[in-house]
């Protein structure tokens, strides 16, 4: 059988690996995983005929270079990158490393005939909120911490090799996303640890910072439709939800559906990386999606029934 090869970078990772998932379902695809498992987990790759792992780190062009010329790629989703707002913070000349794998990516696709690009953009690159909703084309990207500095020049690179070498994109910024599989390092997945642990749940600030938050199904679905039936080309589009909820009710919402006794604690603010507001204009995704979204209470339960990953 004559396979449509399709690469993920980063495939090992929370999102990655469901997109993975979704893509290897259909047994004309073969899809080649490529971790440096730096953030990522080898449990989540799915264990399918049609899917390949190798370790590499795209930052090395010797390490990717080799699988871009073993297998003739068709399209390419890149998203391996250093995540975790503390993690990125901590760490920033290692997230600033990550311009390298974009120019590494992009090169290769370039030279080996790969058709599209999709990129896994922030929602980090809006900064502290101008506009709201926050729209693709309107909002302004104002954001000085180095993780949202190397999306954004990520996709500067992705409409540069557009205009330059015709190299097909598409730019997904990507909201909170939350599910089962999502490791310990994140907001839900933390919350719900310490509730179906009894322990205090501790909170930045009052608790008044905002988030919206995207169920991994609606996030999967609706980036797979945009490759599927070529929607969103050499465009942006954000993905998340719209259902605004402050981190406070968030963590009271996570007590109450997992029947906790954990009591809640408030720590001084973060000095910085911790948004006041989020929440995306997601009308193009709406449409894309072309179905409703996972209501929090829903995805949050499922979370709590599948705390594999968290505990």
């Avoid at 090799?161 to 599910?179: M, V």
């Avoid at 963590?251 to 029947?259: D, E, F, M, V, Y």
Wanted: charged share 25%; net charge neutral; glycine share 6%.
């Amino acid at each position: 059988m004559d396979r449509q090869h399709i690469l993920i970078t980063g495939g090992a990772g929370f999102v990655a690996s469901a997109l993975a998932e979704k893509l290897a379902v259909d047994e004309n695809n073969l899809i080649v995983i490529v971790d440096n498992l730096l953030t990522g987990d080898v449990k989540r790759i799915p264990l399918r005929e049609n899917v390949r792992f190798i370790k590499a780190d795209v930052n090395r062009l010797e390490d990717i270079s080799g699988v871009f010329y073993a297998f003739s790629f068709k399209y390419v989703f890149h998203y391996a990158a250093v995540v975790g707002v503390k993690r990125t913070i901590d760490n920033p000349v290692i997230v600033l490393d990550d311009i390298t794998g974009i120019k590494n990516i992009l090169s290769l696709c370039k030279n080996t005939g790969v058709k599209r690009v999709f990129f896994s953009s922030s929602s980090e690159v809006y900064g502290e909120p101008v506009e709201m909703p926050q729209n693709e084309h309107t909002t302004p990207l104002n954001s000085r911490l180095p993780y949202a500095i190397v999306k954004n020049v990520g996709e500067a690179f992705l409409k540069s090799y557009k205009k330059e070498y015709d190299l097909d994109y598409t730019i997904f910024r990507f909201f909170n996303t939350y599910g089962p599989k999502q490791s310990k390092d994140f907001v839900i997945s933390k919350f719900v640890a310490k509730a179906l642990k009894g322990e205090d749940i501790t909170i930045f600030g009052d608790g008044s910072q905002t988030r919206t938050f995207c169920y991994i199904e609606d996030n999967i679905q609706a980036c797979y439709n945009a490759f599927a039936n070529n929607e969103v080309m050499n465009d942006v589009i954000n993905i998340g939800n719209d259902n605004e909820m402050t981190v406070l009710d968030l963590a009271k919402t996570i007590i109450r559906l997992s029947g906790s006794t954990s009591k809640i604690v408030h720590l001084p603010p973060l000095e910085e990386g911790d948004m006041s507001r989020r929440n995306p204009d997601i009308s193009k995704m709406k449409k894309v999606l072309g179905r409703e979204l996972t209501d929090i209470e829903t995805g949050l339960s499922n979370v709590i029934n599948n705390p594999t990953f968290i505990l």
